[in-house]
């Protein structure tokens, strides 16, 4: 990793766009304003071997980007000014960098070795997390073997994980994704809408006799979380004739609030425990993945994490220039800042990675999506680009009309499997072929004078990123990756990508509002709030 700058310009109190560096970036973006990507690979036969990085089972090509070498030179001086590389080896130390809750951000530590050491106020946190994960393994298996059993002595064979927000985007994201790897026996279901179709749909199918419950919640408190997990339990404890000892065989927490817990029914042996230094979003990776756990099995659960650490361990060593997930925040920084795409698309070549495109948007624009710098400043420049997308090639039907011939210009992450265990490579190679030909067409666009309305401009750049197969260590590295994408961003922008208050808000709102509703009391609201409060109220009777 490249020694930060010691230029006077590293201080992140210091507005950004006052920077050489940045001012360098500034001039450069109006230099590249005419190339046409085409023109440049016409030019440089070598581009592709240059600006590509090849890991073990992964391949980043950054080549199709609207970059040059001197692009990523400034941009890495920019990383430089910025103490890049001194706040990485912050993040994986411990240190309290998320300063707004005083709190160490170390979802990296999750899947370290257990050798490792890492202190958090004096205490190991590795021990603590090895610990943690050694009593998941030992249900997932004991769920697995048949050992544990329910209320009946019947086998478990649904796991419901009742959770929101990063306490089921993660682990839904991963379940779906390695489905190839689940327990023939097992079927995981995933519920966080508290809109009441969804839980009753699923109820309603599931026999309680083999059905266990996993609740997702920090605190124990989720409002969302909570009423499904009442739900649930209400439901079950009918189902046994009012025995509430059954709660013991069909309910597990993933929690920090013990006393909660325990005020729920549900018994010490079965809580895993939640840290304060990882927040809902980069959880899978500890106890929040239970359930993706059970599904692949233990041994397939720790290929993720090692996948995951492997690529953590790229991030802290390599330049920055050979860095994937510094190039991918980089980049994505350079198109925000200096060429004013806004947003950003991730285009999935694989069903399994259907969820990655949701999982992404919490990532990124929960973390990202700030106007005030860590040091409570208004930022100075944009920050927290628009994430969406859809798998291919069903996208390819939706939207990427809007992407080729648009009037805005939205850079686009490819990501495919080369390999799969389903035997059928003619279907591979088809969806290969489409992969490569949307990036290709996407940069070249299609000259036509003639026809104007067949007329592609081309030039629209993209990023494409190939596993070798999807595997639980390389679906670790990917989404590695991305966490560490949006962290490199962050930390150029000065921002604290690991707190959420506006997320806060808007709860805090609700609960007053649900009481308006409930009890039929008129609040204090502007006159739209009140309206439809009213107008709700009345429409019940």
């Known amino acids: 990793m490249p020694k930060p700058s010691s230029s006077p310009n590293t201080s992140q109190t210091t507005d950004i766009t006052t920077l050489d560096a940045w001012k360098n970036l500034s001039a450069h973006a109006k230099k590249m304003h005419g190339k046409h990507l085409k023109t440049i690979f016409v030019k440089d036969n070598e581009r592709f071997t240059r600006l590509s990085v090849r890991l073990p089972s992964i391949l980043a090509d950054f080549s199709k980007n609207r970059v040059t070498e001197e692009t990523i030179s400034l941009l890495t001086t920019l990383a430089d000014a910025r103490n890049l590389g001194a706040q ?69 064979t649904d796991i419901v994980n009742i959770g929101i927000g990063g306490s089921v985007m993660g682990p839904q994201l991963a379940t779906q994704a390695l489905a190839g790897y689940a327990h023939m026996r097992i079927r995981t279901h995933y519920i966080s809408n508290v809109e009441a179709s969804e839980m009753h749909r699923l109820l309603k199918d599931l026999s309680p006799d083999t059905t266990l419950f996993i609740i997702a919640s920090k605190s124990f408190t989720t409002v969302e979380t909570m009423q499904n997990a009442t739900i649930a339990r209400d439901k079950l404890v009918r189902h046994f004739g009012g025995d509430a000892t059954a709660v013991s065989k069909h309910f597990v927490a993933l929690a920090a609030n013990t006393d909660a817990v325990k005020a729920f029914g549900i018994p010490s042996k079965n809580m895993f425990p939640l840290w304060g230094w990882v927040g809902g979003r980069y959880s899978v990776w500890s106890a929040i993945g239970l359930s993706t756990m059970i599904s692949i099995g233990p041994k397939h659960f720790r290929e993720f994490l090692a996948g995951a650490h492997e690529m953590d361990m790229h991030f802290k060593t390599a330049p920055l220039n050979k860095n994937i997930p510094a190039l991918m925040g980089l980049i994505g920084l ?94 591979q190679s088809m969806l290969l072929a489409n992969c490569l030909a949307q990036s290709e067409a996407l940069m070249n666009g299609q000259d036509n004078t003639q026809e104007p309305y067949r007329h592609f401009e081309g030039n629209r750049p993209s990023t494409t990123i190939l596993l070798d197969e999807l595997t639980p260590h390389n679906l670790g590295m990917l989404l590695a990756a991305y966490e560490h994408r949006v962290f490199v961003q962050g930390a150029i922008w000065g921002i604290n990508s690991f707190d959420q208050f506006g997320v806060e808000l808007g709860k805090a709102l609700a609960k007053t509002i649900q009481t308006e509703l409930t009890d039929k009391i008129n609040g204090m609201h502007d006159a739209s709030t009140s309206g439809l409060i009213h107008h709700i109220t009345n429409t019940r009777g």
């Open 88 to 156: 990485i080896s912050a993040m994986f130390s411990g240190a309290k960098i998320n300063n707004t809750e005083d709190r160490a951000v170390l979802h990296t530590a999750l899947r370290a070795p257990e050798n490792a050491r890492v202190t958090v106020d004096g205490q190991d946190v590795i021990l603590d997390v090895h610990t943690a994960l050694k009593r998941m393994e030992k249900c997932a298996d004991d769920i697995r073997s048949g050992a544990w059993r329910g209320h009946t002595g019947k086998e478990i």
């Open 334 to 427: 350079w198109y925000r800042n200096f060429l004013d795409f806004p947003a950003y698309t991730v285009v999935p070549y694989h069903s399994g990675l259907a969820r990655l495109p949701a999982w992404l948007q919490q990532a990124d624009m929960e973390s990202n999506g700030k106007h005030i710098t860590s040091e409570g400043t208004p930022v100075t420049v944009a920050t927290g680009p628009c994430v969406f997308g859809e798998p291919g090639t069903d996208s390819q039907h939706t939207y990427f009309q809007w992407l080729h011939q648009g009037t805005d210009i939205v850079p686009v992450d490819f990501i495919a499997a080369i390999k799969t265990p389903y035997g059928n490579k003619q279907q």
